[in-house]
T-cell receptor, first 120, second 116 residues
Framework: DTEVTQTPKHLVMGMTNKKSLKCEQH?????MYWYKQKAKKPPELMFV???????INESVPSRFSPECPNSSLLNLHLHALQPEDSALYLC???????????????????FGPGTRLTVL | AQKITQTQPGMFVQEKEAVTLDCTYD???????LFWYKQPSSGEMIFLIY??????QNATEGRYSLNFQKARKSANLVISASQLGDSAMYFC?????????????FGDGTTLTVKP
């Protein structure tokens, strides 16, 4: 099973609203990711969680607040967003590999279907 | 820093023919992974194929094969016997191998249109 689920599929919110995006995987992956994608552009990495701890924050504005309550769940809390934050938000997960010689690595990322966010 | 270049913004192919989508990369890391993803208009990013930098043979997955030329730093995707459902945006990506949970660097993508 290589399924990553995301809810909601679509979200419309005002600039003063607070909302959350949810991502779930049951593949036993210990790395989870949030990406933002504008139309016809590649995904841009926002956050990476490794073993439920935030390991990478790509200088994302504080109006986006990630949370990883357990190894299967990843949330993205949204507050006071701007219209330019309207985009497709993709969640992904992957295994974390222990490689020979003490090196580590990341396996293939599996993506969810995304949440299409519109900020009015 | 890693960089992925996809030079074909759009490609057309006739149904049942083969098509090659180009991808070149740049990295100073000796250990890395190369990925291809398909993104239909619905938005979901679908993993297609993976090639590790130390893999001796080119990766294949059904109708997808990866033409990996390490010295030229290219990792082209070959789709054989194109189908209408192959119409989508295709992204080449590179993943770091020496980090705990690495970043993936994506190319700008190629939009493939399969003509009946």
């Amino acid at each position: 099973d290589t399924e990553v689920t995301q809810t909601p599929k679509h979200l419309v919110m005002g600039m003063t609203n607070k909302k959350s995006l949810k991502c779930e995987q049951h593949m036993g992956h210990r790395a989870m990711y949030w990406y933002k994608q504008k139309a016809k552009k590649p995904p841009e990495l926002m956050f990476v969680y490794s073993y439920e701890k935030l390991s990478i924050n790509e200088s994302v504005p504080s109006r986006f607040s990630p949370e990883c309550p357990n190894s299967s769940l990843l949330n993205l809390h949204l507050h006071a967003l701007q219209p330019e934050d309207s985009a497709l938000y993709l969640c992904a997960s992957s295994r974390i590999l222990g490689l020979a010689g003490g090196r580590k690595g990341t396996d293939t990322q599996y993506f969810g279907p995304g949440t299409r966010l519109t900020v009015l | 820093a890693q960089k992925i270049t996809q030079t074909q913004p759009g490609m057309f192919v006739q149904e049942k023919e083969a098509v090659t989508l180009d991808c070149t990369y740049d990295t100073s890391d000796p250990s890395y992974g190369l990925f291809w993803y398909k993104q239909p208009s619905s938005g979901e990013m679908i993993f297609l194929i993976y090639q590790g930098s130390y893999d001796q043979q080119n990766a294949t997955e059904g109708r997808y094969s990866l033409n990996f030329q390490k010295a030229r730093k290219s990792a082209n995707l070959v789709i054989s016997a194109s189908q209408l459902g192959d119409s989508a945006m295709y992204f080449c990506a590179m993943g770091e191998k020496d980090t705990n949970a690495g970043k993936s660097t994506f190319g700008d993508g190629t939009t493939l249109t399969v003509k009946p």
